[in-house]
């Protein structure tokens, strides 16, 4: 594929804050610790103070994915399934050496919108470059499933070639432990929506094993993202465990009794909305979830019991502390403290995040600071927009620019029939000799009598709003002339931004990875380039 880039702020999709975190803003330093750079890098791995307990990471990722604790990080599931490679690093966290790059999301069936897969591809694409520029450390890439949220609306269903593949079903509790068996219709209809052309079979093969193979949804989608990473050297974590949890116990009594994640992060908003940024997230009291198979409700501090909302559970200060002392997996961290209970199970670096993502990571760092855990670099993901061979000859023939293909519909035809017209459809020069006119008819009136300069500034005013709206009717009388022409604007604008968004928050990858296998990957690591902060626009 060819690729051109061009800047976040010139596509009008990514926010202010966003934009002024990538410039490098004063006003928002304090809110996160190295700048996204190589210099940024070189400075955090100085001073990185590694809490996560190595020895117990390994053991519990290779029972994940159900390797002995000596076997050889390699294993071959049935065909279509790719293999276990990525399991080849996780021996590599026992190093203190090795570190991770870290993305993470919800559990969207078949991969979800195709930023699902962009989020992996910087990670992985980040830990090659600081490899080459760190060659004595290593940096494996992790996708950390979102295995205990239980938002299942959001994951149920994808995009693919203008379809929705929807997945009927009551669920509730921890997404992660939902058994994907009744997902035969939503799986019927996406392998009908990838057609039998090129590499069709080959992917139908990977999401029937992955949904139909495993009885619980984030085993499922371990398999699926590890047919379509492992051998880059992904590594897959799901930290619903109890082993995690017990690490992560201490912290989270404290949070819940001490109410401390609520008060830095409310304070942090407030300083955050005073610059104008608009919070993501808004912590609460308390910022966890009760979990159990079926149930995951949130803790409150009600009448001097830590009540588990629309239930019968409750406890005491004491009876809360024994909970958590033998059963910490019952507790799970919401989104504000997710990120912390990320920091200290793994050896992590660098989170990977989408734009709001990166925003409501800002909110967070006075907590890190507040529990001493080093806070990572944040990195906003590569964004991409593919085009298609057919599309791109329809470009070529507009003679439109990538840069062109983010603004409005009207703006592009606008624009095209002033550039390509035999006619001047623009009044410009015509008022700037007007408004010379208007210079001496307002000093003469001045002198005549002062009061009437204002008279003649309306005047002049009133005549540049009618000679803008006869320059509007030139351009839409020129626009019938071209209609047939233009009509590709509207095609070209569907193709490449379903429902006037961003391909990648709609299409599903499958259609891209049945045209070109696997090479549909490996060319969008070619490309991205994290630490340039450029969209990526790919041509077939």
């Known amino acids: 594929m060819d690729s051109a880039c061009i800047n976040y702020k010139d596509t009008g999709y990514f926010s202010q804050t966003v934009i002024d975190y990538l410039e490098d803003l004063p006003e928002l330093r304090s809110f996160y610790s190295y700048r996204p750079d190589l210099n940024g890098f070189a400075e955090l791995l100085k001073n990185k103070k590694v809490v996560a307990d190595r020895g117990m990471l390994v053991r519990i990722l290779r029972e994940q994915y159900g390797l002995a604790s000596d076997d050889a990080a390699k294993v071959s599931p049935p065909s279509g399934g790719g293999d276990l490679e990525g399991a080849g690093a996780i021996s590599l966290l026992t190093s203190p050496d090795t570190y991770t790059i870290t993305t993470g999301h919800q559990l969207n069936i078949f991969a979800g919108p195709l930023y699902f897969i962009y989020k992996i591809v ?3 694409k980040l830990s090659r470059q600081l490899k080459e520029k760190f060659p004595d450390k290593n940096f494996v890439p992790v996708y950390w499933m979102a295995s205990e949220d239980h938002d299942f609306a959001e994951i149920n269903y994808t995009h693919i070639g203008g379809k929705k593949v929807h997945w009927w079903y009551e669920a509730s509790g921890a997404t992660g432990r939902i058994n994907p068996d009744t997902m035969r219709q939503a799986l019927n209809q996406y392998k009908g929506a990838l057609g039998i052309d090129h590499h069709a079979n080959e992917l139908a093969d990977i999401v029937e094993h992955a ?20 051998h880059y050297g992904l590594v897959i974590i799901d930290a619903d465990d109890h082993r995690f949890k017990q690490q992560f116990a201490p912290t989270m009594e404290r949070d819940i009794i001490e109410q401390n994640s609520f008060k830095n992060i409310s304070a942090t908003n407030e300083k955050l909305q005073e610059l104008g940024v608009h919070v993501q997230v808004n912590p609460r009291e ?13 803790l409150v501090f009600e009448n001097g019991r830590y009540q588990v909302l629309n239930s019968a559970i409750s406890f005491t200060e004491e009876e809360l502390k024994n909970e958590i002392g033998e059963f910490p997996e019952r507790f799970s961290p919401n989104v504000v403290m997710r990120p912390l ?3 200290c199970i793994l050896p992590n670096i660098a989170y990977v995040g989408g734009g709001a993502e990166v925003v409501y990571w800002l909110e967070l760092k006075s907590n890190f600071d507040h529990y001493k855990v080093d806070f990572p670099i944040l990195i906003l993901r590569n964004s991409g927009l593919v085009i298609a061979k057919e599309t791109a000859a329809k470009i070529a023939r507009m003679d439109l620019d990538p840069a062109e293909l983010f603004k409005s519909t009207d703006a592009i035809k606008n624009n095209w029939v002033k550039k390509h017209s035999e006619h001047t459809l623009n009044l410009t020069e015509e008022w700037r000799e007007l408004s010379c006119i208007f210079e001496k008819i307002k000093l003469r009136a001045h002198k005549i009598d002062p009061t009437l300069a204002n008279s003649a500034a309306a ?12 320059e509007k009717k030139l351009v839409k009388a020129e626009k019938i002339n071209y209609h047939t022409r233009l009509e590709q604007v509207e095609h070209i604008k569907a193709d490449l931004f379903p429902n006037h968004s961003l391909q990648e928050r709609s299409e599903n990858f499958g259609l891209f990875y049945v045209k070109w296998g696997q090479s549909f990957i490996d060319e969008l690591i070619r490309n991205f380039e994290p630490l340039d902060f450029k969209f990526t626009v790919m041509t077939e």
């Open 122 to 124: 910087t990670a992985i």
């Open 211 to 230: 949904y139909a193979g495993f009885d619980k949804l984030a085993d499922a989608t371990r398999y699926l993202v590890n047919a379509l990473f492992g």
């Open 286 to 298: 308390i910022n966890f979830f009760y979990l159990q198979d079926g149930l995951r409700e949130r």
């Open 341 to 343: 209970y990320q920091e």
């Open 459 to 470: 005047v002049e005013a009133r005549l540049k709003h009618a000679m803008d709206n006869l």
